[in-house]
Structure formats: structure tokens, C-alpha cells
């Protein structure tokens, strides 16, 4: 069976910048969870706001059931926004604040026709139980509602339209742990319950490991690693992805594993780097990585992972020592 | 006698008190992490020790000392004196921390010479220093807060703190707008502090596994009071409080069960 959505050879261009730069992946159908992770500037969000049709593209595809969504235009984009639906960050700018929740669902349930005109409210009222929420909610303001109840009420109208597919960006980053915990539970038993498959945009290791089965890690607008979530943090194919899995920190002692420093900032994607886009951070690099762009490759069974040296780091090669000798580090 | 000693401290806006703690202290070359959710009375807490809690209208009962002498109810010119200079104090936000028209060397040593450097070569001097031991290049001083990433932005909050050679740091939230390789950095840091300048620490974090890995103590407060509180091994190993048990249940963790290692 062919994947519900897939993404080709994404290219977002913002002026001269590259922001998503040949990235690919597939979304199986539902119930399944996708991990989309990387840091401040991966372009995971970029990548997100594409699929939906929220960003511009520069290049590549995307697919959905086969349909190339990118060229997508009127009723047939009308179609494709019921299929697939994003939950943003901060509900706060994504909840119009001068309408009430149940006008806000309502708004959604009739523009896309879901369902008759008396038939609203009581929609309305299945919505936000589905959240968790009391119907009663229906009558407040967004202002009236915690981060984490505002958040159900993103959730409940990106439900509304009966969506196949959800990106969820950063849903729970803006709340604390305890409704962190509750969202997570609920994205969990949706999934399930209407057999969804979703998008999870994120910086927390821990929450893929949590709600996804395979993960996409971005560095710099391209796909570093990508695989089956549990053994690509067990067992990172990536540098990159080592290193992010160790600064996670853990509440238990026993739990953490020693932190591999990443030497100087984050790059920006106005200068990118020659050669793999990592070296200049990589405790690893040799003179190959400076030179050559390492290919996304097949490093196991369902592990892709872009670094000359996957073999290396996935047989556990410390990466807490200066660059290594095995490929020696003579000139070119 | 701890380098910070707060007791009975009572916050309330109007008759409705926010904070209500009995005990909390924070001895020199020691990290002691405040825990809780939104709305818990943190952040207050700090606002009554820096002695600004009046500024958002809030009434402050109880004792807060610091070194020795009491805080509650000195006035706002001895306080200048003690705030900047010996309590330092780090912001969740290092963009909204900076003014955004001014270079940060210019902020930097004006910190400086409101805080008792000598001369502008000296406080140019500890300005350079107190860069270096942060691992950031003295060149960044000639830059715009909004040249700089956030956690260029937060090393150099440090970094004053640090020039002003401080006693005490309050940092709130310092890594919650940081990613995560970022915020390992700035803990180490923070580490570095408490070890090679016996600063104390008073770390908030509403994210539990960051207070556990680098605080000594932790106390958890909840609806403004303190429902637990002891050394982090303890506190985290065995936990007494249910409430604690729920706020330790609901951080993620990575999860990697059904993977041959």
C-alpha cells in the first residue's frame, strides 16, 4: 500500500536562503505517528506549513493518496484542506480572541459544509467532548481558557472537518508538563480512535519516542536520519542525532547518557556550509565531510542517514574525542 | 547562616495571598531548583526577593536575608546596591532582557559602571574576562542583541552576572527558550559557577528533568506553597508528596523499550 502522503525532494526558498533543501519522507496511513524533529532553524516548521499549503515551495513534490497537492487549486485544495489539517504552537494566535469556542468550530463545520445548519451545535458539543472539554466552553471567550484547554480547542477544530491526516507543530511547547502529559494522552487515543496518521513537529526527543514510530531528523533544512523512532535513539546512525539524544536531559540518574558537546552555534541557513552542512559542529568530521555532501543512505533495515562515517557512529564510536584517526586527517 | 535565607515569606495581591512559604534557603557553591507549573508563585517568589514584587502590586510579609541582612523593607536606594551588584538575576527571555537599540557592550558596561567598576578600562577589562570564561569572543560586544542567537544571549546575561561578581544567581527559566543542545551548554555553565566561583543558585524550571540534573536541592511548590522540598536524589528517588509523584509521571521520557541494545 502506498503511503498517505509523501514528500519529495522539498525545496523552500526564502530570497537566497534555502531553508528546506531537498528534504523527503513518507507518512504511511493512519493510525501512525511521524516525528519531525530538529533544532531552531531545521526548517521543520517551513516543512509543515508547506505540506498544508500554508508556505511556498521552490521545488520537489508533495503527494497525497497520489494527488500532487503543490498544484492543487480550488475546490480540489478545498478537498485536500478537509483531508489534512495543522494544529499550531501557541493557541493564542492561532484562536481568534474576540470569538467564542463554539463559533469558532462552528465556523469551520460550516464552511466546509460538514454538517446541516441545526445540526452545528450539537457538533460543536461532540467536538469538545471528544477534547475533553465541557461542552459549556462553548460560550467562552479563548481568554477564559488555560494554554492546555486553549490547545484541546485547536485540536477539536482541526477535528472538525473529519481530517485523514494532521501536522501537529510544536503542540505542546508553549504548555508545562502536567498538560503536556494530558495533550499527549489525548493526541494518542484520537489516533487511534479515527485511525489518524500525523505529522509531530518538535525539538523533544521524548515526545516522539512517546507518540511517533518512526522519526525524520532535520539539521540545517536537510534530513540528517531518519527510521524506526526506538532504534534511532537507541542506536543513532547520525552524529547529529547522538548528540541531540545525550543534551535530552532525564529524571533519572540512570537514564542519562554523557553528554556529547557540540562545539559552536547553531549555523545559520543564510551560510551554509560547504560539504556536509554538520562538520563544522561534528566531533567526528574529516576532511571528506568538508569536501563532499554526504547522500541520504539506506543504513539498515527502514534507516536512511546522511554522514559519511554512519557505519562508524552506528557500531558506537566515541564521539567525545577529538577528530578521530580511523580515516586519518591528512590533507587532501 | 546560608547565603539566602527566606522564611514565612507572605506575597499577596489585595487579600489574596499568591505565595505563602515557610522556608527556603540557598547556601554559597549551591544550586537549589524552585519547581512547579505555571501560576505556582516562582516567579513571584523571586520578584519579592529582588525586593520588585511592589512594582506589580503585590504585598510582601516575612523575611527574606541575604547575607545577614534582612531584605523585607529596606529601601529601594540600599537595595540598589545589593540587586545587580551581589544578586544577579537571569531571564527566561534573553531578547526581552536586552534593549534592542543599544550594542550589548554598551549594556554590558553600563552594567558595569552602575555596579561599581572603577573606570571604563577596568570594566572593559572584566567585560573581555567574563566573555572568555562563557566561550564567547570578545568581538560579540560590538554587536546588536539581535545579531546574536539566544544562546549567544543568555551566555552573555551570565556573563555579566558574572562581572559584576555576584554572590547570589537568580535565574528563571534561563533554558526554557533555548533548544536543547543550547540549554546543555548554558547548564554547564551554571555548574562552572557554582563550582569555580561558589556562587549560589536559585534555578526555576517548571521542567523537572532539568532541575534534576543540576540542581543539589529542589523544592516543589504548588498553588504558592512549598509541598516538598530535600536533596535532589532523595526528592526525585523517593518522592514523599503525591503531587510531586504526578509532576515526575508527566515528563517525557525517551522511551526505548523493545530495542535490542
Known amino acids: 500500500m502506498t503511503a498517505l502522503l509523501e514528500v519529495r525532494d522539498l525545496l523552500v526558498r526564502f530570497g537566497p536562503v534555502r531553508a528546506v533543501d531537498g528534504v523527503s519522507f513518507e507518512l504511511p496511513r493512519g493510525p501512525y505517528g511521524l516525528g519531525l524533529v530538529g533544532e531552531s532553524g531545521s526548517g521543520k516548521s517551513t516543512v509543515g506549513r508547506a505540506i498544508v499549503r500554508l508556505g511556498p515551495t521552490a521545488g520537489g513534490d508533495v503527494l497525497f493518496d497520489g494527488d500532487d497537492v503543490l498544484q492543487l487549486r480550488g475546490p480540489g485544495l478545498k478537498k485536500y484542506r478537509r483531508a489534512v489539517q495543522i494544529v499550531f504552537q501557541d493557541p493564542d494566535n492561532s484562536l481568534d480572541p474576540r470569538m467564542k469556542i463554539g463559533t469558532t468550530i462552528a465556523e469551520v463545520l460550516t464552511a466546509h459544509g460538514i454538517v446541516a445548519r441545526r445540526q452545528v451545535a450539537g457538533r460543536v458539543r461532540e467536538l469538545l467532548q471528544e477534547v475533553a472539554l465541557d461542552p459549556a466552553f462553548s460560550s467562552r471567550f479563548p481568554h477564559q481558557l488555560s494554554g492546555g484547554q486553549r490547545q484541546r480547542v485547536a485540536i477539536a477544530r482541526a477535528l472538525a472537518v473529519g481530517p485523514r491526516a494532521l501536522v501537529l507543530d510544536e503542540p505542546t511547547s508553549a504548555l508545562d508538563v502536567t498538560a503536556q502529559a494530558r495533550i499527549l494522552a489525548m493526541i494518542q487515543r484520537l489516533r487511534d480512535e479515527h485511525e489518524l496518521a500525523y505529522l509531530l513537529i518538535t525539538h523533544n526527543l521524548a515526545v516522539v519516542s512517546e507518540l511517533c514510530e518512526a522519526t525524520v531528523v532535520l539539521y540545517l533544512g536537510k534530513v540528517a536520519e531518519s527510521g524506526p523512532t526506538r532504534e534511532l535513539l537507541a542506536h543513532p546512525a547520525h552524529p547529529y542525532t547522538k548528540a541531540l539524544r545525550s543534551a535530552v536531559p532525564e529524571v533519572k540518574a540512570d537514564a542519562r547518557t554523557s553528554r556529547i558537546p557540540l562545539t559552536g552555534e547553531p549555523p545559520s541557513a543564510a551560510s551554509v556550509p560547504p560539504g556536509c552542512v554538520f562538520h563544522p559542529r561534528c566531533p567526528i568530521a574529516v576532511d571528506r565531510c568538508r569536501r563532499e555532501i554526504p547522500a541520504l543512505r539506506i543504513v539498515g533495515p527502514g534507516r536512511k542517514a546522511a554522514c559519511h562515517r554512519a557505519e562508524e557512529v552506528l557500531g558506537g564510536i566515541d564521539l567525545r574525542q577529538p577528530a578521530a584517526t580511523a580515516h586519518g586527517g591528512g590533507p587532501a | ?261
Open chain 2, 1 to 261: 547562616m546560608s547565603l539566602l535565607e527566606i522564611s514565612d515569606l507572605r506575597i499577596c495581591f489585595g487579600t489574596r495571598p499568591v505565595v505563602e512559604l515557610e522556608r527556603l534557603e540557598v547556601d554559597r557553591a549551591e544550586i537549589v531548583g524552585l519547581a512547579g507549573e505555571s501560576g505556582s508563585g516562582k516567579s513571584m517568589t523571586t520578584m519579592a526577593v529582588l525586593g520588585l514584587a511592589a512594582t506589580v502590586g503585590a504585598r510582601v510579609e516575612g523575611s527574606v536575608r541575604f547575607d545577614g541582612q534582612e531584605l523585607i523593607g529596606l529601601p529601594q536606594r540600599v537595595l540598589q546596591g545589593i540587586r545587580g551588584r551581589r544578586i544577579a538575576m537571569i531571564f527566561q527571555s534573553p531578547a526581552m532582557a536586552f534593549n534592542p537599540v543599544f550594542r550589548v557592550g554598551q549594556i554590558f558596561l553600563s552594567a558595569l559602571e552602575l555596579h561599581g567598576a572603577a573606570s571604563r578600562g577596568e570594566a572593559t577589562e572584566r567585560a573581555t574576562t567574563a566573555l572568555r570564561s562563557v566561550y564567547l569572543a570578545p568581538d560579540l560586544l560590538d554587536r546588536y542583541p539581535s545579531q546574536l542567537s539566544g544562546g549567544q544571549l543568555q551566555r552573555i546575561s551570565i556573563a555579566i552576572a558574572l562581572a559584576l561578581r555576584c554572590d547570589l544567581l537568580i535565574a528563571d527559566e534561563p533554558t526554557s527558550a533555548l533548544d536543547v543542545t543550547v540549554q546543555g551548554d548554558v547548564l554547564e555553565l551554571l555548574r562552572a559557577l557554582r563550582d569555580d566561583k561558589k556562587i549560589g543558585i536559585l534555578f526555576i524550571s517548571h521542567d523537572l528533568a532539568v532541575v534534576a540534573e543540576l540542581c543539589d536541592r529542589i523544592a516543589i511548590m504548588r498553588k504558592g506553597r512549598v509541598v516538598e522540598a530535600g536533596p535532589t536524589d532523595r526528592v526525585i528517588g523517593q518522592p514523599q508528596d503525591a503531587y510531586t509523584r504526578e509532576l515526575l509521571a508527566a515528563v517525557p521520557a525517551i522511551k526505548l523499550a523493545g530495542v535490542s541494545s
